[in-house]
């Protein structure tokens, strides 16, 4: 079955700082992939969709400047958040859809949990 | 806009009961796809179960099964023989290649008890 990794699946870091969120299609190729956050017992909030080398389009409200999306190849995208702080810790889970035409799910990563400290 | 309603927060069953968890939603499209996704405690998402709008016949994926009611715009999930591992956060969600992205409703939280 079509497989999503991401890593790392915790990171801790001091606020300040900026950390990078990996997301691998692994045995299918992804021309789009989603961004997504998750607060605690709540839905899933799309931040951004990327397609493979053009620029990701942030959902309104969401800071493209503290949120860098790149998809720099058809298994790869990364989400890094910039000068990180305590209300930015959250859960964030990666998508992606199959480049294959007519395909429609989205196959999801196991996410990754980020606290800013 | 597209919006996705889940109206029972929070639903219990007995192992081995059947469950019926609510989904409708708002669209002035013709064509479109609805999801299930399940989320257990160790947050994978899951797809569960799918159904294009186009088609009048409700999908089946072994104990899981949909009602597909295109005109009341209405979705919901069969569960039946419920095992303890369908507790989770299961999460209806909506797509359209208009707007190429899933929307999602805000999930029914489903225990599953002895």
């Known amino acids: 079955g079509a497989v999503v990794s991401q890593h790392p699946s915790w990171v801790i870091c001091k606020s300040g700082t900026s950390v990078k969120i990996e997301c691998r299609s692994l045995d299918f190729q992804a021309t789009t992939m989603f961004w997504y956050r998750q607060f605690p017992k709540q839905s899933l909030m799309l931040m951004a969709t990327?397609?493979?080398?053009?620029?990701?389009?942030?959902e309104q409200g969401v800071e493209k400047d503290k949120f860098l999306i790149n998809h720099a190849s058809l298994t790869l995208s990364t989400l890094t958040v910039t000068s990180a702080h305590p209300e930015d810790s959250s859960f964030y889970i990666c998508?992606?859809?199959?480049?294959?035409?007519?395909?429609?799910?989205?196959?999801f990563g196991p996410g990754t949990r980020l606290t800013v400290t | 806009a597209q919006t996705v309603t889940q109206s029972q927060p929070e639903m219990s069953v007995q192992e081995a009961e059947t469950v019926t968890l609510s989904c409708t939603y708002d669209t002035s499209e013709s064509d479109y796809y609805l999801f299930w996704y399940k989320q257990p405690p160790s947050r994978q998402m899951i797809l569960v179960i799918r159904q294009e709008a186009y088609k009048q016949q409700n999908a089946t994926e072994n104990r899981f099964s949909v009602n597909f009611q295109k005109a009341a715009k209405s979705f919901s999930l069969k569960i039946s023989d419920s095992q303890l591992g369908d507790a989770a956060m299961y999460f209806c969600?909506?797509?359209?290649?208009?707007?190429?992205?899933?929307?999602f409703g805000t999930g029914t939280r489903l225990q599953v008890t002895l």
């Open positions: 969600a909506y797509f359209t290649g208009t707007a190429s992205k899933l929307t």
């Open positions: 990327s397609n493979e080398g053009s620029k990701a389009t942030y």
């Open positions: 998508s992606a859809r199959d480049s294959k035409p007519g395909v429609y799910e989205q196959y």
